[in-house]
């Protein structure tokens, strides 16, 4: 029941589902619209689970994020002065993922060897929406510099884990990123095309 009901979302996940048959997804969902892209984020994180099309793998659940257990872990750094490091918030977003998945990165640990070992066991889905909610409670370096680095570097990380145990949608509006990621926004955005919010 829900392989078929994957491949009968509504358009920008559908098209997910069947681009990402034997795996799970990594990919950013853009659109104008606040409230659309936090609607179709909803959607995900209502069902629980994602099931592949193909049926080669179990259903992954979903897990919102930062979410309760993660939000310290990225509210917190957001107001430590800066300079905000790309790689300190790669770190910040693997242990909020890992946080999600309700474990926890022991001190002087690689967040990702963590999220790595668990992932030998464990699958997920991982659903990142409202970003936008963080602008202007920290510096605009902060708060970029932390989207930024879930877009590009976080996304990087999850596709590096052998096997893609976990999957990542981001639900975040154009000019977001286009904020954020000022240099390549073009080239992300394009790159994502076929599941952006009309």
């Not at 959607?43 to 259903?59: D, E, F, K």
């Amino acid at each position: 029941m829900m392989k078929e009901a994957m491949l009968d979302l509504p358009g920008p996940l559908s098209r997910l589902a069947v681009d990402n048959q034997d795996r799970l997804p990594i990919a950013l969902v853009a659109g104008d619209d606040s409230a659309a892209t936090a609607a179709l984020a909803q959607h995900v994180t209502a069902a629980g689970t994602w099931a592949l099309p193909s049926g080669r793998r179990a259903s992954a659940p979903v897990y919102a994020v930062p979410g309760a257990a993660g939000w310290p872990l990225i509210e917190g750094p957001l107001q430590v002065a800066g300079p905000h490091w790309e790689f300190e918030w790669g770190r910040h977003w693997l242990r909020a993922l890992t946080a999600a998945l309700g474990e926890t990165v022991p001190e002087g640990s690689d967040p990702y060897d963590v999220l790595r070992e668990a992932g030998k066991t464990r699958t997920g889905v991982f659903v990142a929406c409202g970003l936008e909610a963080f602008i202007g409670t920290a510096s605009d370096e902060a708060v970029d510099t932390m989207i930024r680095v879930l877009l590009l570097d976080t996304a990087d990380h999850l596709r590096a884990i052998p096997d893609r145990p976990f999957g990542l949608l981001i639900f975040i509006r154009r000019d977001t990123v286009r904020w954020a990621v000022p240099q390549n926004s073009a080239q992300l955005l394009n790159r994502y095309c076929e599941y952006a919010l009309d």
